[in-house]
């Protein structure tokens, strides 16, 4: 399959798009890449090979902004451990185990969920529950 033309991408079906991605990877697409973000990959992937990609300098400072910020999902938590927040007045208790947190006999694999569920909005678990301050 040659490649195709970077005006071209908008019309690929996503079939051609994933053969286009094999031949120009050769790794398999994330999980639950849409297709809009597959044509960008791809186009982007396209345009870099032809004008010679990054610099390595470049590079190299992209993979140490990457390595500085890199963390996991959820602050080191130690399984059997408590979490415990009052909001509008009902105090909501958090287990950490093994498997995820558990809220009312519940499990959730993020303490973002939870927070969005005893709020009703976004936050970042982990603020919410005290664990991060927020700050870089």
């Known amino acids: 399959m040659t490649s195709p033309l970077i005006a071209d991408i908008a019309a ?7 053969a286009h991605w094999d031949q120009l990877f050769h790794r398999p697409l994330p999980r639950r890449t849409s297709t809009p973000f597959l044509r960008r990959l791809i186009a982007y992937e396209l345009q870099a090979r032809a004008r010679g990609g ?3 300098a470049t590079t190299r400072k992209l993979d140490g ?8 999902s959820s602050p080191n938590l130690a399984a059997g451990g408590t979490l415990i927040r009052e909001w509008n007045g009902v105090r909501h208790v958090v287990e950490v185990k093994d498997d995820g947190f558990y809220w009312r ?4 694999r993020s303490l973002s969920a939870i927070a ?7 936050w970042s678990g982990p603020r919410f ?4 301050d927020g700050r870089s």
Not at 12 to 18: A, E, T, Y
Request: aromatic fraction near 4%; charged fraction near 20%; glycine fraction near 10%.
């Open 12 to 18: 690929c079906p996503r079939d051609d798009l994933l």
């Open 116 to 122: 969005k569920a005893i709020t009703g909005a976004h």
């Open 129 to 132: 529950f005290g664990l991060a």
């Open 54 to 56: 990054l610099t390595s």
């Open 65 to 72: 902004l990457a390595q500085a910020k890199a963390r996991t």
């Open 105 to 108: 006999g519940t499990r959730h």
